[in-house]
């Protein structure tokens, strides 16, 4: 194999070194990326649909107790608190719309049926308050406790996503460690690799070099050449022997032409 041949499958071998660190590294941040997305894509939605949900409730249930404090109207509700109640019925519906859209966690699938199904109990006693057909009597035994497991339901959304949250992100935190341990180990075996390289081809050239440089001392010593250059060139030796054995052989040559 020659010279040329060695030197370029040397580079090719370090340039694969540093193709494979920056694949290795891409991967894996990409990963620690895609880890991240999880997260706020699916759990953290839904942490947000579930606060939506308890303000948008605690507005549907002021409006509604207000029925209670407003003799004035026969029972009915003001054109504020009815404004306050739709406007939280809109956002609860909303949010619990996206919500049922967006079951990922274990359990949750069964808490957001819960609540769908408290949720239209809920929405029938409303009613029934808002017409004024509902006394004090449906409002503590029915519309309290209906609005209280519904808060519960939502509770539960809320809490197992944050624990989902928790546990992703130690996940996250796991395998960051584990990036930076096998990049550790893969970074250690490329640099061995590419100091064996460093320390290997200067040493094959020298060694060539100087072998090549003394055989042609040798030889110009054997062949009656005075040779006295001192530098430890072997490039330069070589090349100034070269030049006296060129020389030498251009006089025989010229001696022999002559006789």
Known sequence: MILKTKLSLGLGFLFLIVFTLAGFCSYYVARLGQDS???????????????????????MKTSISSVMYNASHAGRISNYYLKLFESGRNVFETNLKAENNNITEIHEKEYVERLNHDYEMFLKLCLQMKSGLGGSSVYLSGFLPASEKMKQSINNIYDVNMQAVVRKNQLAKHDSANFLTSMGIIGSFCILLAMGYFWYFPVYISTTLSYLSERMRNLLKNSGVAFDVKTNDEAYIILQAINLLENKLGVKKEDTHNE
């Open 37 to 59: 997305n999880n997260i706020l894509k699916d759990n953290y939605n839904s942490i947000v649909y579930s606060r939506n949900m308890l303000s948008a409730l605690d507005d």
